[in-house]
């Protein structure tokens, strides 16, 4: 089994800056991909930003320019730096974690962690 551990969320002022990070443990031969998302009161959870297995970085619309997904292979851990940060930020945010387990036959496995709460609020 795989298990994701995600901390340093808490409360900012609006314009502040955070850093969550997440790790993944367990039987995991490779990942392909480290993930966030979040989700709002009353909203459906929404993609946040991506780092595939070569580095490749991808973010929402509503993140680029102020949010940084960043991995570190060796740890299976991946960091979200988020820079002026708006109320509208404010969400659980959960890390996701994709890839293949060990074994004689490697499956694909798709982790999610418990998740952070980060509240934007003056």
């Known amino acids: 089994q795989v298990q994701v551990v995600e901390s340093g969320g808490g409360l900012v002022q609006p314009g502040g800056s955070l850093s969550l990070s997440c790790e993944a443990s367990g039987t995991i031969y490779t990942i392909n991909a480290m993930g966030w998302y979040r989700q709002a009161p009353g909203k459906e959870r929404e993609w946040v930003a991506r780092?595939?297995?070569?580095?490749?970085?991808d973010y929402a619309d509503s993140v680029k320019g102020r949010f940084t997904i960043s991995r570190l292979n060796a740890m299976n851990l991946v960091y979200l730096q988020m820079n002026n940060l708006k109320p509208q930020d404010t969400a659980v945010y959960y890390c996701?974690?994709?890839?293949?387990?060990?074994?004689?036959?490697?499956?694909?496995?798709?982790?999610w962690g418990q998740g952070t709460q980060v509240t934007v609020s003056s």
């Open positions: 780092v595939n297995s070569g580095g490749g970085t």
């Open positions: 996701n974690v994709v890839g293949y387990n060990t074994g004689s036959y490697p499956r694909p496995f798709d982790s």
